[in-house]
Each structure stands twice: as C-alpha cells, then as structure tokens.
C-alpha cells in the first residue's frame, strides 16, 4: 500500500482509503446503499487498517449520523492509535428541519464540527470536507469560518466536495489573501467510464497543488464485471437498489468490454482492473473504496497490486475518452505550437 501526500501538505494519506457510506443504515436511501452494524463495521475497519489503510472517510449525513457513531466506537474498540488513522467527515447536507440545520454557512459548519467530534469520539478531524457547493452563503464566509476551526485545533486539514474547478480557484484566492486555511483536497466522482472531471478539475487540482480523492470508483458497482449489456447484477446490490451515479451506459459497457479479457489474463476481477486504472492516474491521491462484506473488501485491495501495461492503458484511454468539447479542441489546437516549442527547449 502506497502513501501519498495530501496536497500541498505535509500529512500522508493511503492510495486506499476506507469509506464508510454502507455503515448503519437502517431505512430510506441509506439502508439501500448499506445497513452494516457495529461488528461488521469493526471487521472491515480492522481489515482495512490490517492491509495498510489509514485514511478513512465518512460524513454527518450518512445514515443520519450513524456512520461516524460506528465508525468512531470502531476506532475506539480496536484500540486503533490515533495517530496511526487519518479521519476525514464532512459538513454540508440537511441535519435537522431547522432553516440553519445545512449548507455551509459559519453557523452550520461549526454547530457541525462540534456533533461530529462527540459522535466520533475525538478531539479532532484530521480532514473536514464541504460536501456540496451553498449557493446561498458567500465563499469567504466559509473559508473563514473552516480556517477557525483549523485556528482552534479542532480540523487539521481543511477540503472540499463536488464543487467546479471556478468555485475551488475563487476558495484559494480569497484563502491566500486573507491569509487562510486553503482547501488541500477535493473529493470527486472518476471513473474509467466517467472521465467528465478530466476537462476542467483534473488540469486545476495540477496547477493549484490540491489532492484528488475519488468517489464511487466502480460507479456504483457498475463496473464490478457483475454487469454487462445484458446482465442485471446480482439482486440487491446497489445499482440494482440505488441506480446512481449517472453514467453513458454505452460507453460504461464499452469499459467492461475492454476490461474483461485483462482481469481474465491475471485471474483477477474486473473491480480490481477499473481501480488499477484509477492508482495509475497521475493526479489522483486516494480512492475511496466501500465494502458490505470482507470478501468485497478484499478484492478491493488486492487493486494495489494489479499493474497496467503502457499498451493496456492507453487501450482503456482509447475507449473511455471523453468527446471533444469547446474550449478544449480549441485550446489543443491553437496551443500545439508553443507545447512542441517548449518541449524543445526541455530536451536542449
């Protein structure tokens, strides 16, 4: 299991990181994505920690605040050292029925941060996340209000969930002007078969220094091997429960396709080809990976030691690239010139 820095940051972070979106969910959406109670919590938060994982991700939404409860009591049962485990939550969605019970305005992010230490049972978030973008509080209300809890110890590290590359940059440039706590990490959806991320965040995440921990990698399970053009997947899971995210189902089986015949020639799953693709992209930090069961956990892992030719990858680049779209074949075409120039003088 490789480690790797978390942004522009001095903190290391696992390229596995455990999430914990299947943890305690008992009706609604969330018992669809998962129901795991404390012990099989604990079985997969050791297994994970026992394979090399240190990084774990939850948030206060999920199952309405369960997940961090047991993930938290987990910690604390297995006697997990706290600074062998970084802990990411986040801050964003609806907790309550009260107008301020949500978003991400300085009096949700810190009544937020305070219920998300008790039922975690810790003193402090090594990562705290805004999970979506508040088009009703002002970015520099929120970046303030983050870089306070950073001033008084109780957030290490702050970042950001599903938010546009325009939105991030206008974050770090109010953060870098007031002298700031910046955003060091973006959590996001990216897929072999969902690259849309690759036009506008993945050139800003290189250019700014912010870490990339990725979402629902299989998309939903869609890319597990479990599905094909005519196969449904096995009942009950969670695309067949909890059809999201949005994917180009031509272009996803197209994936699968492609995928198969490389997981056959190692006797491995498709799951752990579409993660292998994942670990070799350049700007990605983490995965997040989530399991119902050791079984799935398992093969999850085993995605670390799965490594793609050159000729495998760029086969997978060919069939999951994304069509053109403006400005982009503007910007490759008008640039190509002065890209040659400079990779001249590099060679010089």
Same mark, same amino acid.
């Given at each position: 299991?490789?480690?790797? *820095? ?13 999430? =914990? ?26 297994? /994970? ?9 939850? +948030? ?5 605040? @369960?997940? !961090? ?19 990411? =939550? ?10 301020? =019970? ?10 937020? @941060? ?23 509080? *002002? ?35 109010? /953060? ?11 959590? +996001? ?10 036009? !506008? ?6 250019? !700014? ?5 990725? $979402? ?24 067949? =429960? ?20 490389? /997981?056959?020639?190692?006797? @491995?799953?498709?799951?752990?080809? +579409?993660? /292998? $693709? ?27 030691? @799965? ?10 680049? !060919?069939?999951?690239?994304? *069509?053109?779209?403006? *400005?982009? $074949?503007?910007?490759?075409? %008008? ?5 040659? %120039? ?7």
């Amino acid at each position: 299991m490789r480690i790797n *820095p978390l942004g522009r940051t001095g903190l290391f972070v696992s390229e596995l990181c455990l999430g =914990t979106m299947t943890f305690g969910g008992s009706t609604g959406l969330w018992a669809q994505i998962g129901s795991l109670q404390q012990a099989d919590a604990e079985r997969l938060i050791g297994q /994970a920690i026992d394979a090399g994982i240190n990084f774990i991700d939850t +948030a206060d939404v999920y199952a309405g605040g @369960v997940s !961090e409860q047991m993930t938290g009591q987990a910690l604390k049962n297995l006697k997990v050292p706290r600074e062998n485990v970084v802990v990411a =939550t986040k801050v964003f969605g609806e907790t309550g029925p009260a107008a301020n =019970t949500r978003g991400s305005s300085r009096s949700h992010i810190l009544d937020g @941060v305070r219920a998300s230490l008790k039922r975690l049972q810790l003193d402090h978030v090594d990562l705290y996340q805004i999970h979506g973008f508040d088009p009703a509080t *002002p970015i520099e209300e929120t970046v303030r209000a983050l870089d306070q809890l950073v001033r008084q110890g109780h957030v290490r590290y702050v970042g950001v969930s599903n938010w546009a590359a325009w939105q991030i940059v206008k974050a770090l440039g109010v /953060a870098e002007r007031l002298g700031l706590s910046r955003f060091e990490s973006l959590q +996001a959806y990216y897929t072999v078969a969902g690259r849309d991320l690759e036009r !506008e965040l993945i050139p800003m995440l290189a250019s !700014e220094g912010v870490g990339l921990m990725v $979402w629902s990698p299989l998309a939903g399970g869609l890319l597990s091997g479990k599905f094909g053009r005519d196969q449904k997947g096995e009942e009950g899971s969670r695309r067949t =429960t909890f059809d999201f995210p949005p994917v180009d189902r031509h272009r996803a089986h197209d994936c699968i396709d492609a995928m198969r015949p490389m /997981a056959q020639a190692r006797g @491995v799953s498709v799951a752990q080809i +579409a993660l /292998a $693709w994942l670990l070799h992209q350049p700007q990605v930090t983490t995965v997040i990976i989530g399991a119902k069961r050791p079984d799935q956990l398992a093969d999850n892992l085993a995605a670390t030691q @799965v490594t793609l030719s050159a000729d495998e990858l760029r086969a997978l680049d !060919e069939v999951s690239r994304l *069509p053109a779209e403006y *400005p982009g $074949w503007m910007l490759e075409r %008008q640039g190509e010139v002065r890209r040659k %120039q400079l990779l001249q003088s590099r060679r010089a």
